[in-house]
């Protein structure tokens, strides 16, 4: 019988509140949705900057096309840093050694498995682009803007790959923890209409400069997309 990770695998809640993490799910919601956003608006205009076949024939215009896409993505995976260690650590407290093996959330349970490692690896991402921060604070203003330019740039190229997982991961894990949250308080209103308030508001305040694309709903077990090259 598969059994929920060990604790060790995921930071706990430092709240005194056993409850608390439920507040963040409408934002992760959001996040992941605001990622398929990016995402979507991409796949949707890189094609017409290539070839037939596919290699790049308009090359600043898709390099600047990809960097926005990144710059978009990675805004949503600090949230994922922020947030998702303490409503990944909240899941599976709640969650039963018999919810990983039948029930409405055991496929997301199972998608979950590998979400430790995007959020470490994301997270290492951000402390290096601190580290630079903190290297470059002596620099003069005109140097600074320009190497902080680029260490952006750099950072968010390598942040999408973990983007892209937390657009698949993201999703399964606030269905689970709507479902956990909503079982554990009863009494309380379920997070899935504020999650679908948060993802209505970010389909339409989207930043990106990119071409606008349906929000992506929290609904079970949805279709798998192609990806964004």
Known sequence: MPTPPTSHETQPSTSTDPLAWHQHIPALASAAASIRQASDAWDAVSDSFCDHDGWPTYEEEYADGKAKRDAEAWKHVEVFLAHGPEVLAGVRAAATGADYVEGPISDDLRRLRGIDTTLE??????????????????????????YESRAKEIRNSEGWHHADELSFQGPALVRA?????NRMDPDQPSQTERAQVALARSASGNRAALPASPATPVVPNPPIPRRSR
């Open 121 to 146: 690896r994301a997270g290492q991402i951000q402390h290096e682009w601190d580290q630079v921060m903190a290297l470059m604070e002596g620099s003069q203003p005109g140097s600074l803007q320009r």
């Open 177 to 181: 923890a709507d479902y956990l949250a």
